[in-house]
């Protein structure tokens, strides 16, 4: 029987950084949380790194696992699911019925390809 391939889904994200921060709703922490849609756990982990980084994050360690929510439409922001797909994004917003002005981009990083 042949292996199945992995299939995007939602990955819960915990980032530990070197340094403490100030995040929204957290205050100063040198932890904080990220969702991403990738293949893998280890694909999550390293576009969560990647996207921190970006932010000037001194990121020391990333541990991802399966969200226990995979319906997009259960998550209050579904902007802030890291490379979740442009046309999954644009779905959830028709559904809502947002008008264009409530419409904000989704955040992207890019991955290297392997070799």
């Known amino acids: 029987m042949p292996a199945t391939q992995p299939h995007p889904k939602i990955y819960f994200a915990t980032v530990d950084l070197n340094e403490q921060v100030h995040m929204q709703a957290l205050g100063f922490t040198s932890q904080f949380y990220k969702y991403v849609w990738a293949e893998t756990s280890s694909q999550a982990e390293e576009a969560v790194a990647l996207w921190a980084a970006n932010q000037g994050c001194n990121v020391r360690r990333v541990r991802a696992q399966s969200a226990v929510k995979q319906g997009v439409q259960t998550y209050t922001f579904p902007e ?28 992207y990083v890019v991955m290297r390809q392997a070799a």
């Open 80 to 107: 802030q699911i890291l490379n979740l797909p442009k046309e999954a994004l644009l779905a959830e917003y028709d559904r809502r019925e947002y008008p264009d002005a409530l419409r904000a981009e989704g955040q």
